[in-house]
């Protein structure tokens, strides 16, 4: 069902922080991984640090995440900022680059032989 969505854990900003919140339309039936995230503990202005690296806590949660490879596909699809599957906006960019080169590259191959 289609939906205003804002990540849920980050419904608990505290007072001052300048967290941004997502406001995006998105169907919500997507969202099954959510309960099975690794990362109720982690404080919403983590998620968002300065886009050049992932804080070392976060990035520990994020890796033992169950869900990881759902949350960064979640965040890829709808361009979201922020950390998502334990990668910075940039990262994932980059790691979107290099599977469409590892892709063309064994298309090419299986092509060649
Ligand atoms: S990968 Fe990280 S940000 Fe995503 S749900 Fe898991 S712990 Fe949370």
């Known amino acids: 069902m ?5 990540r849920p854990w980050h419904s608990g900003h505290r007072a ?3 967290g941004p919140s997502l406001n995006i339309e998105i169907d919500t039936r997507d969202l099954w991984w959510m309960a099975l995230r690794n990362c109720y503990d982690i404080h919403p202005d983590d998620f968002f640090p300065d886009d050049s690296y992932v804080p070392l806590h976060v ?9 990881l490879n759902e949350c960064r596909d979640h965040a890829i699809t709808h361009q979201l900022t922020g950390v998502w599957g334990g990668l910075t906006a940039r990262q994932r960019s980059r790691w979107v680059k290099n ?3 590892r892709a063309a590259a064994a298309k090419q191959k299986a ?3």
């Open 99 to 101: 599977n469409h080169r």
């Open 59 to 67: 990035l520990a949660t994020c890796r033992a995440c169950p869900v």
């Open 2 to 6: 289609p939906g205003t969505f804002d």
């Open 16 to 18: 001052g922080s300048t």
């Open 111 to 113: 092509a060649t032989g």
